[in-house]
């Protein structure tokens, strides 16, 4: 089966860093996305990882290690419209279940000023 | 402008009543998904289908139907089988990059 964990919820205040973390066990790995969601909207795509290293794109940054299956996303530079749900979701390309997504919980953020 | 459209954007079953929600792409792409997200859970997948006429069932697909007569649009019926709809109902599709976009979504409540 799948399984991908990321915490609940996190605090940050505006200007800082924040550090989203990810980790997941799953066959047929195929890449690992980050989606944005505000309350009461739909999921925006952020970033995709499909080999280990650093993808880095504007204030936000998402790092990949396929052996340790983990991956977190970087926020910097923080405002207050950062403030929202981010979801960690891992594609699977394994037999019947080839182009899935499989999604985390996702952790809530809260920038405070 | 191209995009993904879902509608209504709310809708109330009663009792013993399907209902569908409406799923329309522009977008070109070959697969489409449905998902259900309730508070502070994450995504889980109805249904999604890859190419036109085929589909698969999700991870909980008790008590919805789909259908994939044409490329832009992939419809849900919640059936009276469901026995707990109240959700936020979010369709996506993939592009050929492997990303997935989502329409706005439809929040389904019974009266």
């Known amino acids: 089966g799948q399984n991908i964990d990321q915490p609940t919820e996190m605090t940050a205040t505006e200007g800082a860093i924040v550090q989203i973390n990810c980790t997941y066990q799953t066959s047929g790995f195929n890449g690992l996305f980050w989606y944005q969601q505000h309350a009461g909207e739909a999921p925006t795509f952020l970033s995709y990882n499909v080999l280990d290293g650093l993808e880095e794109k504007g204030r936000f940054s998402s790092f990949l290690s396929r052996s340790k299956g983990y991956s977190y996303l970087l926020l910097k530079e923080l405002q207050m419209k950062d403030s929202a749900s981010y979801l960690c979701?891992?594609?699977?390309?394994?037999?019947?279940?080839?182009?899935?997504?499989?999604f985390g919980r996702g952790t809530q953020l809260t920038v405070w000023p | 402008d191209g995009g993904i459209t879902q509608s209504p954007k709310y809708l109330f079953r009663k009792e013993g009543q399907n209902v569908t929600l409406s799923c329309e792409q522009n977008l070109n792409h070959d697969a489409m998904y449905w998902y259900r997200q309730d508070p502070g859970q994450g995504l889980r997948l109805i249904y999604y289908s890859q190419i036109v006429n085929d589909f698969q069932k999700g991870d909980i697909a008790e008590g919805y139907s789909v259908s994939r007569e044409k490329k832009e649009s992939f419809p849900l019926t919640v059936t009276s089988a469901q026995k707990n709809p109240t959700a936020f109902y979010l369709c996506a599709s993939c592009s050929a990059k492997n990303i997935q976009y989502f329409g706005a979504g439809t929040r389904l409540s019974v009266l």
């Open positions: 979701a891992v594609r699977s390309d394994r037999g019947s279940t080839l182009g899935r997504l499989y």
